[in-house]
Antibody, heavy 119, light 112 residues
Framework: EVQLVESGGGLVQPGRSLRLSCTTSGFTFGDYALSWVRQAPGKGLDWVGY??????????EYAASVKGRFTISRDDSKSIAYLQMNSLKTEDTAVYYC??????????WGQGTLVTVSS | DVMMTQSPLSLPVTLGQPASISCRSSQSLVHSDGNTYLNWFQQRPGQSPRRLIYKVSNRDSGVPDRFSGSGSGTDFTLKISRVEAEDFGVYYC?????????FGPGTKVDFK
């Protein structure tokens, strides 16, 4: 069974950093691309970024709103993906979901982790 | 960026009746590889989103066959042939043909 479990969320002050983890199981992690999607309280879905598998270069794409502040990485040996978030803003407050592709994007989703950016 | 619009934004439905949600993109979603990366998601309150349809019309495993997707180019539709109680929630379309990936604003399906 494919499982994705996000962790690392919490309350952080504006301008500070936070790293989210996506711990996975049930599939060969290195074979798949992963995405992060967020959802502000009471709002819609907002794509954050994407990281390719190593077979496709392991490179990442980002939404304009986070480019230069957020970095997605992966550790294939541990089956974990990371979202490093720097220079956090109040508008980054959201539930952050880790997702995995299958035939197309965003097939499998984790339960999400809440990040609250507030002073 | 490709802008995704949905209509209606709120859809009151009657159990057992059909329902339809429209999704439009600001540019063609035909990818250079020939595929059209238009997906539909359902999100029930308090739950993570669930993908229902991928690449316009392919139903994900476990998704009831009362859900169907259609369309091409810039116009797409999600149809529910006969709405059941478990179908309430918010439905999103999403395009993955052009970076950045973008979502529609969501259509809230609730009951009359």
């Amino acid at each position: 069974e494919v499982q994705l479990v996000e962790s690392g969320g919490g309350l952080v002050q504006p301008g500070r950093s936070l790293r989210l983890s996506c711990t996975t199981s049930g599939f060969t992690f290195g074979d798949y691309a992963l995405s992060w999607v967020r959802q502000a309280p009471g709002k819609g879905l907002d794509w954050v970024g994407y990281i390719r598998s190593k077979a496709y270069g392991g490179t990442a794409e980002y939404a304009a709103s986070v480019k230069g502040r957020f970095t997605i990485s992966r550790d294939d040996s541990k089956s974990i993906a990371y979202l490093q978030m720097n220079s956090l803003k109040t508008e980054d407050t959201a539930v952050y979901y880790c997702t995995r592709d299958d035939a197309s994007m965003l097939k499998y989703w984790g339960q999400g982790t809440l990040v609250t950016v507030s002073s | 960026d490709v802008m995704m619009t949905q209509s209606p934004l709120s859809l009151p439905v009657t159990l057992g009746q059909p329902a339809s949600i429209s999704c439009r993109s600001s540019q063609s979603l035909v990818h250079s590889d020939g595929n059209t990366y238009l997906n539909w998601f359902q999100q029930r309150p308090g739950q993570s989103p669930r993908r229902l349809i991928y690449k316009v019309s392919n139903r994900d495993s476990g998704v009831p066959d009362r859900f169907s997707g259609s369309g091409s180019g810039t116009d797409f539709t999600l149809k529910i042939s006969r709405v059941e109680a478990e179908d309430f929630g918010v439905y999103y379309c999403m395009q993955g043909s052009h970076w950045p990936v973008t979502f529609g604003p969501g259509t809230k399906v609730d009951f009359k």
